[in-house]
DNA sequence: CTTTAGCACTCCTTTCCCCCGAGTGCTAAA
DNA sequence: TTTAGCACTCGGGGGAAAGGAGTGCTAAAG
């Protein structure tokens, strides 16, 4: 069977009345949202149709018509005017961004709680790591005799230091030796060679230096895997408590722990793809199967992208969010990449 | 009317039952529980006085009782058993305290997630800011001509650090003279004064000077701020969910719109108390009127607190939260105090 | 071949009612 | 003061019935 111009236009008007009104949409519904041109039963018959096609499903046989997720999918490819945000909105996710620049972690955090008051729904914003992350430079303070300040650089530009207390005894004079130590033997290797270069290095060295040159390299060791690491951050959890398709409480509670215990295995984006929608079943996590996502990427710089996603029902307003969205990511981008370098990053710790 | 013994007793088994089952409790079910000595028309009597005294409360004409929150409270003062924890939850506490050492603001918030997977409510946890710090050191690090690194030591023993692009280029050898300006002008005064400071001095300086100086002194406040404010860590919020008292959607959206998004709002403790019980109307906050927190803190060092909090139902199993939270605490004050320095402190950023 | 009016039919939802039973409150006796 | 006895209350469960939105089919018209 094919899938005329007049059985799109119907597919549409369901979809967005139901994306409306979250409830089944009947064939008198549409002859009016039509225009009247048509009658009730000749809707009727293409309903049938788009039914038969598997485009739209019908909870029980005297319902009115609601839109499958290859409907949907229908509906995002083709059917769906891409919304542009408006000025006035323009005018307050621009706002929003102004004067927030600190440091990268909590910029992506705040985008994300950003984005959930925008559109509604609970959001995410991830922070990706740096898939290789290597130390480009340390430096060592001193500051008393059982103590000394760490401080790495990595080549993606962050700067992290911590306090280690020693065991034995560190003279500040040895500090700078042991400083040169580091950046000709432990800079620009990954976390693995870090450890068996230190071992190497061990004989050589008396304890007084090696515990001091151990503290330091574990340290860089956590800074490079928290480097490394993806935090996601996540808000507006309870907004899916408002949506009628989860009042049955078994669906809420799955989407909650995924939002707020299991964050990590929310879905994120490969290279290169700029916005991507998922709905329903498309989705791979079970608690997702009844629900769908929007997620899109930006530019922070350093070959870094952050991703910021939207959870809703499958019937959510996917032009409204996905414009939004999209025009967010854009503004971050822009944002980032206006300070042509690199933001000032500070360190993250989730 | 006077509390006997004997209604003391009837309240305490009352308030067990319907904290396990859930369900007003009828004169029958606590004759028998009494062991039989008394026959339901008895406890009716009695019943029917604790309503009058006001520690009970009944649903509607026939149903049984349940506890009012004066009831909780009486039960909560004087009639719970002080339970302690088994040598087994002992053991899995311990466990999982074993080699969690990271970051401050990191073991603090998995404090959090442990304490909830162990009493299954929705827990929160905070890094209670110290009221005022003030930095103590500044260290200035050559990069290239374009930025450098300031290095940030407060008086509370953090270290942060983070890289400053200049727009005039700073020359490497006017660094160290620029960190002791630092060090002599603007150590362990508080941020209003920092830029107060700044401004007296700016007169006296160059542009090439100025810029660097003032960058350092607004990261340094950024430092401050950061410090003082106190983060929370919220999880578990999904346990609410499978609550049968807040199958109510109304009352689970406020309670997790406040464990998600309203965070700050979560009931703290005043300095010298070690552990408190908030029931229901007893909390300030309305989206808590009908719930409990039990809260308890625990010591870092360097007269610094963590608070470590779990929200549940007004039902909830006072005697076993109690017991796990604060022996829970207990361990985190013995193994911050361990290490009877500060524990290796972190940058914390959200 | 497509469209349309007409109409019987389906099935969900709401409402009402009735009944059941747990539990009470009261009375009167032990 | 305690207890047995008993009438009474009230919420909850289970149909049955009414209501209504919407369908699917048929047959006629375009």
Redesign the pocket.
């Known amino acids: 069977m094919e899938l005329t111009a ?1 059985k799109k236009e119907i597919l549409k008007v369901v979809t967005e009345r139901y994306i409306d009104a979250a ?9 009016q949202a039509m225009g009247g ?12 149709d788009l ?1 038969e096609m598997g485009y739209l499903e ?8 609601i839109p499958s997720p290859k409907g949907y999918r229908l509906y995002v490819n083709e059917l769906m005017e891409r919304r542009q945000v408006s000025d006035q909105e323009a005018a307050e996710i621009n706002s929003a961004l102004q004067g927030k620049m600190q440091e990268l972690d909590s910029v992506i955090a705040q985008a994300g709680q950003m984005v959930s008051s925008i559109v509604n729904y609970p959001a995410y914003a991830v922070a990706a790591g740096k898939s290789s992350v290597t130390v480009r430079r340390y430096d060592l303070l001193p500051v008393d005799a059982s103590s000394f300040i760490a401080v790495v650089m990595t080549d993606d530009s962050r700067v992290k230091s911590q306090l280690l207390r020693t065991e034995l005894p560190v003279e500040a004079e040895q500090l700078p030796a042991l400083a040169n130590l580091l950046n000709t033997h432990f800079t620009g290797i990954h976390t693995e060679e870090l450890g068996s270069k230190l071992m190497a290095l061990a004989p050589q060295l008396g304890a007084e230096l090696f515990m001091p040159l151990s503290q330091t390299i574990e340290f860089a060791t956590a800074v490079i895997d928290s480097s490394q690491r993806s935090h996601v951050f996540t808000t507006g959890q309870s907004q899916i408590l408002r949506q009628p398709e989860f009042q049955d409480l078994t669906k809420a509670d799955g989407l909650m722990s995924l939002l707020t215990d299991q964050k990590a295995e929310l879905p994120v984006l490969d290279e290169n793809t700029p916005m991507k929608i998922l709905i329903g079943p498309e989705n791979v996590n079970e608690a997702l199967k009844d629900a769908s996502v929007v997620v899109a990427s930006y530019d922070i710089g350093d070959n870094m992208r952050g991703l910021i996603g939207v959870v809703g029902p499958t019937r959510m307003d996917y032009a409204t969010v996905a414009a939004r969205l999209s025009y967010f990511a854009e503004s971050l981008t822009k944002m980032f990449g206006k300070n042509h370098q690199l933001p000032p990053k500070e360190d993250d710790i989730p």
Do not use: C, F
Not at 23 to 31: D, F, L, N, Q, T
């Open positions: 007049r409830e089944p949409v009947g064939s008198k519904y549409i002859a041109s048509v009658s009730s039963a000749t809707i009727r018959n293409e309903l049938a039914v019908q909870p029980h046989t005297s319902a009115g018509r």
